[in-house]
């Protein structure tokens, strides 16, 4: 097998394809080989030691991919040899085979496209438990969601769409903006053209979002807590701007609103009966065509370079897969 290898803590242009010995399956592990393996934030995050998890070196980054199980170590019974299956490991998926503990392998239900697979539990399960569970959003209600064009951001606003929410996506360029309405949101806000506490008074009739979803983070965050609905909930699922807000807690006061955390790799370790049931939901949907990954460029695996640099620079749009023959 060969591999992208992170041995030294320095970005994406210190990972070196290495071929590695094709390693047998221990007890409780599956060794698939990968066919696509999408590109999540928290990749560029871990290859220079900036991500809350920071695996032993060396590791062989990938935080999610799809493939088809080749072997499977004693004591697995939900997978076998031959089988389609989605995997979310943290790493490991950058490559063209991994072995990865049979826990976190999902198999694929008929129809379910590999691409799919290897771009969906990731992205719509964070978005899912920040705007389902988290944010208890209810039908009616308006969202608005930053970065709506990225990975998090098209999951978030499907499935608000899904769960009967009015979407203001936010992003960006108008390109993105564009993307978005075709996706289903009701509005758009441009926050680098337009300005953001304006033009969400006009959107919402003055009352502001009653849910924010934001990945973005950075200086967007105060202006648009100051424009939250009485007692509306700003999700915090990340920072891709770089810059981690600090809010004056008389915003908090003033709107009865709440800010809420959202972390899905904890939620999954410690609530997994509820983790797989938001799962089998958005399998559902996805069966019902109401959620579909947004998959921007699927290119080989050797130019992970030029996939890293796509995302660093804001220029992907959904999801971008990396794919073996
Ligand atoms: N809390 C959790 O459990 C959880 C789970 C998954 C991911 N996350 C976090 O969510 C964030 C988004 O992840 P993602 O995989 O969806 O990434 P992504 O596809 O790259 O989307 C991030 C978006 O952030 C915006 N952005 C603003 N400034 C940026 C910058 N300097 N560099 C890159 N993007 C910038 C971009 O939209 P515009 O160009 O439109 O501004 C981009 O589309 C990351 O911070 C990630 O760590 C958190």
Redesign the pocket.
């Known amino acids: 097998m060969h591999a992208w290898l992170c041995e030294i803590l320095d970005g994406v242009n210190a990972l070196q394809w290495r071929e590695l010995p094709t390693p047998e399956p221990k007890a409780g592990e599956v060794r698939i080989a990968v066919k696509a393996a999408s590109l999540?934030?928290?990749d560029l995050?871990i290859v220079e030691g900036k991500y809350q998890f920071k695996p032993p070196l060396p590791f062989v980054p990938g935080s999610e991919y799809a493939g088809i199980v080749e072997a499977v170590g004693e004591g697995v019974t939900h997978v076998k040899p031959g089988m389609p299956v989605a995997a979310i490991a943290g790493t490991g998926g950058f490559g063209t085979h991994a072995i990865v503990e049979a826990s976190r392998v999902l198999p694929l239900p008929p129809g379910f496209a590999l691409t799919d697979g290897a771009a969906f539990a990731?992205?719509y399960g964070?978005s899912h438990h920040a705007l389902i569970d988290r944010a208890q959003l209810k039908a009616g209600e308006t969202v608005l969601v930053l970065?709506a064009?990225?990975?998090?951001?098209t999951a978030a606003l499907q499935i608000a769409k899904a769960a009967g929410a009015k979407v203001i996506a936010a992003?960006?360029?108008d390109e993105?903006c564009t993307l978005c309405r075709q996706l289903g949101a009701d509005a758009t806000l441009n926050y680098s053209t337009q300005d953001v506490r304006e033009t969400l008074k006009a959107l919402t009739a003055g009352k502001g979002p009653d849910v924010v979803y934001d990945?973005?983070g950075?200086a967007l965050a105060e202006p648009v807590f100051r424009s939250i609905a009485w007692r509306g909930r700003y999700l915090v699922?990340?920072?891709?701007?770089?810059g981690i807000p600090a809010l004056p807690w008389n915003l908090a006061l003033l709107k009865g609103a709440s800010v809420v955390g959202?972390?899905?790799?904890d939620f999954v370790k410690r609530e997994p009966q509820a983790s797989s049931q938001a799962l089998m939901q958005l399998a559902g949907w996805y069966a019902e065509g109401k959620i579909k990954p947004v998959l921007d460029q699927q290119l080989p695996m050797s130019e992970i370079r030029a996939a890293y640099a796509r995302?660093?620079s804001?220029q992907?749009k959904g999801k971008l897969l990396l794919v073996n023959p």
């Open positions: 999540n934030f928290p995050l990731f992205t964070t970065g064009a990225g990975g998090v951001g992003a960006s360029t993105k990945p973005v950075g699922v990340g920072f891709a701007g770089g959202v972390f899905w790799g995302m660093a804001r992907v």
